[in-house]
């Protein structure tokens, strides 16, 4: 349901003609933060994702910037299932955002799920998409955390909503001593 209501809005998206003043914009954030994903508007949607969440004070700030991020999200999942599973990336017109570990909240709430490094290479050995790739393709996402000795953690994040989410559990069911692929697994990979 959510999906169909998903693909109705980014159809029907609309772009913001103006910048509202602060107290639209303060209108437009609460609706965005109170209403269901699914429910939105797609007006105040786009009108939502084209604030400057900066000027918000710190206690709707990261609730708003994680709704803003699941919007986005949401809209890239459903632009890359128009696109079926094979891939021609152009990671040269592409600059994934790098979070910090004050992201890290923000992206749970957004509904992004961490998945541990060998979990990451299994998505880049299997769909022959790099890092870059499975970021600007897909729904990964990276979190670098300082460290005080050494270089920073580096934490991989994916969408629950993303369809690469197939493999990730094709690869956990083999991990845990299942043999047996899902139907309908699909294919997903970046051609070169």
């Given at each position: 349901?959510?999906?169909?209501?998903?693909?109705?809005?980014?159809?029907?998206?609309?772009?913001a003609?103006a910048?509202?003043?602060?107290?639209?914009?303060?209108?437009?954030?609460?609706?965005?933060?109170?209403?269901p994903?699914?429910?939105?508007?797609?007006?105040?949607?786009?009108a939502?994702?084209?604030?400057?969440l900066?000027?918000?004070?710190?206690?709707?700030?990261?609730?708003?910037?994680?709704?803003?991020?699941?919007?986005?999200?949401?809209?890239?999942?459903?632009?890359?299932?128009k696109k079926?599973?094979?891939?021609?990336?152009?990671?040269?017109?592409?600059?994934?955002?790098?979070?910090?570990?004050?992201?890290?909240?923000?992206?749970?709430?957004?509904?992004?799920?961490?998945?541990?490094?060998?979990e990451?290479?299994?998505?880049?050995?299997?769909?022959k998409?790099?890092e870059?790739?499975?970021?600007?393709?897909?729904?990964?996402?990276?979190?670098?955390?300082?460290?005080k000795?050494g270089?920073?953690?580096?934490?991989?994040?994916?969408?629950?909503?993303?369809?690469?989410?197939?493999?990730?559990?094709?690869?956990?069911?083999?991990?845990?001593?299942?043999?047996?692929?899902?139907?309908?697994?699909?294919?997903?990979?970046?051609?070169?």
């Amino acid at each position: 349901m959510t999906n169909l209501l998903l693909a109705a809005w980014a159809a029907f998206a609309v772009p913001a003609f103006a910048v509202p003043d602060d107290a639209t914009a303060k209108q437009i954030v609460d609706y965005a933060l109170r209403t269901p994903t699914a429910e939105m508007d797609p007006t105040l949607a786009n009108a939502f994702l084209d604030l400057d969440l900066e000027k918000l004070p710190k206690k709707k700030k990261e609730k708003a910037q994680a709704k803003k991020l699941e919007l986005q999200t949401l809209l890239k999942i459903s632009a890359g299932k128009k696109k079926g599973g094979i891939r021609w990336p152009t990671p040269d017109g592409c600059k994934p955002k790098i979070y910090g570990p004050g992201d890290v909240g923000a992206l749970a709430i957004a509904g992004f799920e961490e998945i541990k490094e060998d979990e990451e290479s299994f998505l880049e050995e299997r769909t022959k998409c790099s890092e870059l790739e499975l970021c600007c393709e897909f729904s990964l996402t990276i979190a670098l955390i300082p460290q005080k000795k050494g270089p920073p953690l580096k934490l991989y994040f994916l969408h629950a909503n993303d369809p690469i989410n197939v493999l990730l559990a094709e690869y956990r069911n083999k991990n845990a001593g299942g043999q047996t692929k899902f139907f309908g697994g699909g294919v997903f990979s970046c051609n070169h």
